[in-house]
């Protein structure tokens, strides 16, 4: 962790310098920049050791009915530093067919669970993860439930329960 | 005390598996009075002591985040009910907070202060809950019933504010369901006048109990590094030296006028989480107490100019715009004015940092509602915390952990 803590527009440029052009917005007053996804392991890497210690989030939201959007997958990286409660949102875009990330564990350790849940919420592969295993559905479950082609109803629903009927019963 | 502890799920199920015959395994869960709600541990023994944990959840998932995507904003409040469903009223604040923050709403200035005070009668309720758990796991059964009764009067007190005891849904965007009416208030003043003593109460069952701080002191230590880099928040990071609290560090709703402090300590274990949770009651109850005289006057709900909040049935009888107001906002093609952004918003839930990431796309749903739970990061750490230590210290750490399942899960 550097002595004096980096304001938030420096490191933004320094995001800039070593990841190629970042796209940067702010909205309600929350920092987003999007960093590619080929070097987004590198790119947090660096934003951890500029002091931003805490991982808060990694989630991920489906694109796939929302007007405008260039990508599939959008995954969220919420950071904090804890020193000087500077909040950055890491934005990285992946897409189908094989949406596949470079994983944060080795940064932080409450990465692990997070990108276990998005991948089995989102099926978004985290390369390099340790134990990339199903979090909150079944082991056997087959799909992704968050993503938007996915029904709310239906699909899925009691897959390995008998159905008993009057007549079976 | 050093044990070699063998990398359990990391390791292939057959390597090293001739060494450690003589390990036991046990399923701790998915039904066990212990585990307080539906979450299951396959912790490896030697002899008593435990050499490995492996928590396993989704035994309670029922897919909130989904139903999220198909809710309206106030109607998806009565699922964040039963996320954390010993302080309800927390979430219903983290979530239509999430959501102004979103809208970009400001909130009138009474609204802002009646909210602080149900999220802190909320946090004293969640803490006497897992206080009391870890009591009642380590065997002082009166410490938990003082507790619980305790309770029952912020459950009268929320009753008589909202009509529901325990799920309370009750904020609404921009406002809230209902207003506090004078019997509400005198409740929580006679709350704030007697709960003091039963907290000394408590504390003296209890703080200097040599059974409870032998079962607890020392055991489930939480490094500072460890605590930051495993993502824990609140009361848990708290007791590990972490001086983060977001009451303080991002002041939301009343907190940036009230006089508080932040409670930290810097062992991280059991007794310490304990400790963090007794003291943070008593700063609850000076927040309550100063919120509660200085209640701003005025309505609770944002003016009819901003078009969120339903307009109370004076004005849709007797004005125009409140007529107008109320037809839009019961149209499904008119309603909010969603911006087609997203955004996070968070607060210091009593667990930790409870917060919401929300994509909008201009419909009255949420395109995704993200929750970010306090719980899961938590429980991730239970097995650095427990290694080492004996099968009846799994309790203790479980409860000062304050793991409820079904935030965990959604």
Redesign the interface.
Known sequence: MPSMPLAVDDILAGLAARCGAVETSV??G?TRVVVPEPRSFEALAWLKEQGF?????V?C??YL????AKHRYGL?Y?LVS?AT?CRL?VRVFVDDPDPTVKSVVPL???A???ER?VWD?FGIRFSGH??LR?????QEFTAH??RKD?P?QGRGERHNFPIITRDHS | MSIATPEFGTAGPEAGARSEDYLWTLNFGPQHPATHTTLRLVLKLDGERVVDAMPEMGYLHSGFEKIGEHLSFNQYVTVTDRMNYISPMANNVAWHGAVETLLGIELTPRCTYIRTIIAELARISDHLLSNGAVGLDTGAFTFFLYGFYQREVIYDIFETLCGARFTNSYTRVGGASHDFTPLVIEKIRIFLKNFPKTLNDMERLLTRNRIFVDRTKGVGVLTKEEAINGGATGPVARASGVTRDLRKDDPYLAYGDLDFQVCCASAGDCYSRYLVRMQEMRESLRIVAQALENLPAGPVDVGIGQRVARPTKQQVYSTIEGTISHFELSMSNRGFEVPHEESYAATEAPNGELGFYIVGDGSENAYRARCRPPSVLHFALFPQLIRGHTLSDVVAVLGSLNIIAAELDR
């Open positions: 909205f309600r929350q210690d805490l991982l808060i989030d989630t939201v489906d009915e929302y007007p405008g969220v919420l804890t409660n949102t932080w350790a409450a692990n669970w997070l849940e919420l340790p134990d199903r979090l909150v559905m079944p439930p968050l996915y709310l």
